[in-house]
C-alpha cells in the first residue's frame, strides 16, 4: 500500500484507479447516469512538475485490507490482554533497549505493511497498560467500552470543533454534554463551556477569564493595562496554576499560596489574611482558586465558605474539580462539593473517575458570554456573519485553539450507553473500594495510613520488618523514605502492578493508591498489599 513508486509506475497505478473509478460509475439497469464533469471515457495522462494528476495514488482496498487487519491486532492485543489481570501491566524495558527494540530512526523509503503491523503489535505491547485493572498509577485508569468507540469514530472521520458546518454532529453533543454538567453544577441560568486538552489547559481559561474580568482592556491594551494582580490558592493545589501564571504574565511570585491544614484543605481564615496583606501590597486580588479533590490526598476545599469570602472582596472563583467533580453525578457523595453551584468557572474531567477516554476535559464558565468576549478574534474565513444556519453553534471564536478533537463525544456515548444511573454507581463502587482498601490496610501488620481518605486516594507506608521496631523519629523516616522507590522499581520490573508514591510536605515516602475502575475487585485490592509486603519484606 504504501511501496514507494517512480513516476511511470505511479502514472500506471493511478490510470488502473481511474478506469475502476469509472467503471465504479456507470449505472445498474434503472438507475440515471450521473454525469461527472471531471471524467472522460479516455483520460490522457496529465503530468505538472513530473507529477501525474489523473487519479488517486491512494490503494482504498488496500488501505481497508490494513485497517482490518491493525483493528485485530487492537482488539486482541490492547483491549483483551490489556485488560486481562493474567497478563502484566508493563514489560518493563530501559529507554536504549527501546530504542533497540522498537528502531525509532525515520528513513526515506517506507516498510512493508507486514512490518508496519508488527510495529503495531510492539507499540503495545511495551505500552503501560493503563487499562489492566492493577493500574493504580494515575487520577485516570480502566477500560471504558463506549468511550473507546467514540475515539476511534471521531479518528476516523477527523471531524474539528470550530464550526457546526464540519462538525455538526459532534458540535451538538458537546452542546448537550455541557448542559447536563452545568445542570449537575447547579447553574440554573445556564452558562457556557468547552472542551479542551486537559485540565491544565482549563485553569488557564478560568484565570485567562477572570482576568479579563477584572480588566476587559488587557485583551486590547496587554500587561500594561492592568496593575499587579494576584491569584490565590492552598499549598494542596495542582502545579497548572503557577504555569498559568507564568504563561499569562501574572507571574509565579503573584500566586500567593494560602496554607492547608493537615487534611490538605485550605484554611479560609488565612485566605482572609493573604487578600488583606496583597491588598496593603498596592496589589489587585482578582481570583481565588479552590481545589474539588487534590492530587495527592484528594482533599475538598471548602467552597461555600470560600464563596463567602470571593463576594465580599469581589473576587473570581475558580473550581478546580478536575479529579472531584465526578462527586456531583452521586447523591451520597455530591456534599463533598457543597457550594460549587457558586463558582465562576469550573473545571471538570470525566477522564478520570468517569473513565472516559483520554482526553476529556471540560471547563465550566456561569457567565454566557466572556468565553466569546475574551477570546473572540473573528477569524473571517471560519466565522463569517452571512452563514445560512444559526452562527451561535460555531463554537471556535471563543476557544483558545483552532482546531479541536470531539473530545464530548466520547463522554456523550458513554453517558448515552450507561445513562445518568451508573455513572453513578461507578462513583459510589470506587468510594467503597478505596474504605475495603482502607479497612485491610488497618488489619495488617507493617502498613500505616498517612490519614483517613476523603476520596478515592488511600495514602499509605508499609514499613518492612526490618524497620517495625524503630519508635517514630528522624531515623525511621530516613530509612522509610527509601522504601516505596524500591518497591515501586520491582513492580514494575516484574509488571505485576503499579501504584504510585511521592513525600509529602515533612512525611517521608508514601504510596499513593487511587482506585478508580469497576474492573477492580476486592481481590485486587488484597493482592496489591499482598505484593508490596512480598517485593519489600527483605528491604
Not at 517506507?110 to 503495545?124: F, H, V, Y
Not at 492493577?134 to 480502566?142: E, I, K, V
Not at 504510585?500 to 475487585?521: A, C, E, L, T, W
Request: glycine share 6%.
Amino acid at each position: 500500500m504504501n511501496k514507494k513508486l517512480n513516476g511511470r509506475q505511479l502514472a500506471q497505478t493511478e490510470a488502473l484507479n481511474m478506469e475502476r473509478h469509472v467503471k465504479e460509475e456507470i449505472p445498474s439497469e434503472g438507475q440515471s447516469p450521473v454525469a461527472d464533469p471531471g471524467l472522460s471515457e479516455k483520460c490522457s495522462p496529465v503530468v505538472i512538475d513530473d507529477v501525474p494528476l489523473n487519479g488517486p495514488t491512494l490503494d482504498g482496498l488496500a488501505a481497508e485490507e490494513f485497517i482490518h487487519q491493525s483493528m485485530a491486532i487492537i482488539i486482541e492485543d490492547a483491549v483483551k490482554k490489556a485488560t486481562d489481570v493474567k497478563e502484566k501491566v508493563c514489560e518493563w524495558r530501559s529507554p536504549d533497549q527501546l530504542k533497540e527494540l522498537l528502531d525509532l530512526e525515520l528513513r526515506d523509503g517506507g516498510e512493508s505493511d507486514s512490518k508496519i503491523l508488527q510495529r503495531c503489535r510492539d507499540a503495545i505491547r511495551y505500552s503501560v497498560k493503563t487499562t489492566h485493572p492493577r493500574f493504580f498509577n494515575q487520577l485516570y485508569a480502566g477500560m471504558e467500552p463506549y468511550s473507546m468507540v467514540a475515539s476511534f469514530i471521531a479518528e476516523a472521520l477527523k471531524p474539528s470543533l470550530y464550526t457546526y458546518e464540519v462538525a455538526p454532529v459532534f458540535t451538538l453533543m458537546e452542546d448537550a454534554v455541557l448542559r447536563k454538567m452545568k445542570e449537575l453544577i447547579g447553574w440554573e441560568e445556564g452558562g457556557d463551556g468547552i472542551f479542551n486538552p486537559g485540565g491544565s489547559m482549563s485553569n488557564m481559561y478560568a484565570m485567562n477569564l477572570a482576568r479579563y474580568n477584572h480588566s476587559p482592556d488587557i485583551k486590547e491594551l496587554g500587561l500594561s493595562a492592568v496593575p499587579r494582580l494576584v491569584v490565590f490558592t492552598s499549598q494542596e493545589c495542582h502545579y497548572s496554576i503557577t504555569k498559568a501564571a507564568a504563561l499569562l504574565g501574572i507571574g509565579t511570585k503573584n500566586v500567593y499560596v494560602v496554607p492547608s491544614d493537615q487534611r490538605g484543605k485550605m484554611i479560609v481564615s488565612a485566605l482572609e489574611n493573604k487578600i488583606k496583606t496583597a491588598k496593603s501590597e498596592g496589589a489587585f486580588p482578582f481570583m481565588v482558586n479552590a481545589t474539588a479533590g487534590t492530587t495527592v490526598l484528594g482533599a475538598f476545599d471548602p467552597i461555600e465558605e470560600i464563596a463567602d469570602i470571593c463576594e465580599k472582596h469581589n473576587l473570581w472563583l475558580h473550581v478546580d474539580a478536575c479529579w472531584g467533580g465526578a462527586a456531583l453525578m452521586s447523591k451520597k457523595h455530591k456534599h463533598l462539593l457543597k457550594g460549587i453551584h457558586r463558582a465562576d468557572s469550573v473545571a471538570w474531567n470525566p477522564h478520570k473517575m468517569l473513565m472516559a477516554c483520554l482526553q476529556c476535559s471540560a471547563f465550566l464558565v456561569r457567565d454566557k458570554t466572556n468565553l466569546q468576549l475574551c477570546h473572540s478574534s473573528r477569524a473571517s474565513y471560519l466565522f463569517q456573519p452571512d452563514k445560512f444556519y444559526d452562527i451561535s453553534y460555531d463554537t471556535g471564536d471563543k476557544s483558545l485553539q483552532c482546531s479541536r478533537k470531539a473530545d464530548a463525544f466520547k463522554f456523550w456515548l458513554m453517558w448515552k450507553a450507561l445513562g445518568s444511573s451508573q455513572l453513578e454507581e461507578r462513583v459510589d463502587r470506587a468510594l467503597a473500594m478505596a474504605r475495603y482498601l482502607v479497612q485491610e490496610i488497618k488489619k495488617r501488620e507493617g502498613f500505616r495510613l498517612l490519614m483517613e481518605p476523603e476520596f478515592a486516594n488511600v495514602c499509605f507506608w508499609y514499613i518492612p520488618p526490618s524497620l517495625r521496631n524503630l519508635p517514630d523519629g528522624p531515623e525511621l523516616y530516613q530509612k522509610l523514605h527509601t522504601v516505596a522507590p524500591v518497591v515501586k522499581e520491582r513492580m514494575m520490573k516484574t509488571g505485576s502492578m503499579m501504584v504510585g508514591y511521592q513525600p509529602h510536605r515533612d512525611k517521608p515516602n508514601f504510596f499513593r493508591m487511587v482506585v478508580i475502575s469497576p474492573q477492580v475487585s476486592r481481590q485486587d485490592m488484597d493482592f496489591v498489599l499482598d505484593e508490596i509486603h512480598s517485593l519489600g519484606k527483605d528491604l
